[in-house]
């Protein structure tokens, strides 16, 4: 997939420790919104994951998620082939969010979609 299609946000708090993350596919690029908007629910269904790599990369990946499985709050909207999507970040950003993620209880996380005027997605954040 094409990196330049898609934002990475790195979301932080206050005391400026890594907080979450959004994930979008830029407004104009159809396949990349709805790859963002499936990959929660591929996540969920045990058919995607995010991977810190090293050297500020992160990849996401999924196999698809179909219309049926996007149930009707999304609808087609979430339909993708799905797909593997390396992005480049900042060390600090890699660290801090594998931390993050680590040190927070996965039912303590909440995904949000995020249907903006730049873009489609969904934001991950400690509830």
Known sequence: MNSKSFILRVNRDAHKRVSGFTLMGVSGDVSAQAYCLSFPI????????????????IVFSHGGISQEETGADLGALGVSDGG????????????????????????QL??????????????LCAK
């Open 42 to 57: 591929a996540q969920r269904l045990g058919k995607g994951e995010m991977v810190f790599e090293g050297g500020g990369k």
């Open 84 to 107: 593997v999507l390396s992005v480049d970040v900042s060390f600090e950003d890699e660290t801090g969010l594998a931390e993050f993620l680590e040190r927070i209880d996965e039912r």
């Open 110 to 123: 909440k995904i949000r979609p995020e249907i903006t005027m730049w873009g489609t997605g969904f934001t």
